[in-house]
């Protein structure tokens, strides 16, 4: 089983990714992200990661243990009402994660998370990479107005890159 799941990881990379989410609809999410934080104070990262990486692998590490990994060093969490969020695909194992830092997650239960999830996957599953991250950022951007507006006159100061990152 092994060493199914480290060929499978080798053998999709940033190509696949490319494939399943073409430059387009990557400029359509940032831009999407941009729009979004124009309603709210919190910070949105998407990251879109073909396979583990190899040292992932031997140790047997899964797509959550990664996502909160690439949550720090996409310095998701260094944002100063403690809002960002991250959005991690990973496609060789099917993997969503949603990683919220602790100024979100006081305010939203587990199965909020869960719910987002679940809408990534049907999309997914039905083929809309692109719809189902669309989805997915409406739904967090949904809970970060609801939790950290804007206050009239104020604008998000883009603490982090808009950008989709791509691994």
């Given at each position: 089983m092994k060493l199914q799941r480290f060929?499978?990881?080798r053998w999709i990379d940033h190509k696949d990714v490319?494939?399943?989410?073409?430059?387009a609809a990557v400029e359509n999410l940032q831009t999407l992200v941009q729009q979004s934080e124009r309603h709210h104070s919190g910070e949105i990262c998407i990251c879109v990661e073909g396979g583990l990486p190899l040292s992932y692998l031997w140790k047997g590490l899964t797509?959550?243990?990664?996502a909160v990994?690439?949550?720090?060093k996409l310095r998701v969490w260094d944002t100063d009402a403690?809002?960002?969020?991250?959005?991690?695909?990973?496609?060789?194992?099917?993997a969503i994660e949603i990683v919220a830092d602790r100024g979100l997650n006081a305010h939203v239960t587990a199965a909020e998370w869960l719910g987002v999830v679940a809408a990534l996957r049907e999309q997914l599953k039905a083929g809309g990479c692109e719809a189902g991250l669309i989805e997915a950022v409406a739904a967090v951007d949904a809970l970060l107005t609801e939790h950290f507006p804007l206050r009239p006159g104020t604008v998000n100061r883009n603490e982090l890159p808009d950008r989709v990152v791509v691994l």
């Amino acid at each position: 089983m092994k060493l199914q799941r480290f060929f499978k990881h080798r053998w999709i990379d940033h190509k696949d990714v490319e494939r399943l989410l073409p430059q387009a609809a990557v400029e359509n999410l940032q831009t999407l992200v941009q729009q979004s934080e124009r309603h709210h104070s919190g910070e949105i990262c998407i990251c879109v990661e073909g396979g583990l990486p190899l040292s992932y692998l031997w140790k047997g590490l899964t797509a959550r243990q990664r996502a909160v990994t690439l949550f720090g060093k996409l310095r998701v969490w260094d944002t100063d009402a403690n809002n960002g969020v991250l959005i991690y695909l990973q496609i060789a194992d099917r993997a969503i994660e949603i990683v919220a830092d602790r100024g979100l997650n006081a305010h939203v239960t587990a199965a909020e998370w869960l719910g987002v999830v679940a809408a990534l996957r049907e999309q997914l599953k039905a083929g809309g990479c692109e719809a189902g991250l669309i989805e997915a950022v409406a739904a967090v951007d949904a809970l970060l107005t609801e939790h950290f507006p804007l206050r009239p006159g104020t604008v998000n100061r883009n603490e982090l890159p808009d950008r989709v990152v791509v691994l």
